[in-house]
């Protein structure tokens, strides 16, 4: 005994000390916990555009597996409103949100991002759902002509924001360009009440909210750039007046109005992501409600029920799930309606199927007071 060194003694006080709290608390040795991986099932996932979201089991079939994605960064000049007004945006695969990633809680996700010759600038990606390295960050700074494989463990169930975060005040500049999206930790049970019972849904929207800042010439007009490098000072100048210019929902000003409008029929059940990676939101659905809300985002927790506005911190995302009951014309919205309707962060939902005189009848049309 007397010939245990310093390091032995503690190692050995440690673990009997340590074993009785795990046992109370159920915490294991992550070492306990680690699946061969060489051995785990490999699917690879079809990205799609938002609001789309890939397909996928609402319930985790058999073992945690790696999801394989593949993200492209696409530096593009986008029209972001009605008046045909130009960003030099950047992107994951070419859309703002970029693609929604979703796996099960346990998964690995293997993420190949790509970045092509074409483009300009060093990027990288920082996911929410992942441990370490800031996030991925760390591991991920690709240049031009490069590309870099991360596969990390999604430990916790919930919603979150993914970005570009290269450094410097490239982070937010790549982040207000259009470099979010959102990945989706389902529980391997699905998703489910306070009482454990599964909420099931048709069908996921996507939605990924950003504000833009689009410097203005001295006439008050945006002005037009010829390239993203051109765009970057002045854009950053307007950043930190901290006055968005446009915040929007899918990539553009009332992106999901007229013929992009989202599109639902009465009794079915839709799972909406609400990601801000920069700034809070305060998604609303005028003419329904949230029958179930994670409004932190986190799957673990007890959704909240029938709620008509909820907040979502900037660099996070929220989802709800709502059984659309009525037939006609919704406004899906951030409920700070000056973003909303100057701002552009509004879109429509035009649902069909058979009214309800019962949920609610026109008793009188608008006409003179009798
Ligand atoms: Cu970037």
Redesign the pocket.
Known sequence: MQNLTRRQVLKSSGAVVAAPIMAQTGIQLADAATPDISKLKRVKQTMVVPPAAPKHDRVAKGDPVIVEVRLV?EEKEITIDGDGTKMHA?TFNGSVPGPMIICHQDDYVELTLVNPESNT?E??IDLHASTGSLGGGGLTHVLPGEEAVLRFKATKAGVFCYH?A?GGAMIPL?VVSG?AGTIMVLPRKGLSDKNGKQIKYDKVWHIGEFDYYIPKDKDGKFKNFESLADSMSETLEVMRGFVPSHVVIGGAAFAYTGDNALKAKVGETVLIVHMQPNNPSQPHLIGGHGDYVWADGSFQDDPKTGLETYWVAGGSAGAMVYTFMQPGLYVYLNHNLIKAILGGAAAHVKVEGTWDDNLMKQVKKPGPIS
């Open positions: 960064v950047m600038l990027h990288n570009c290269p790549h470099m």
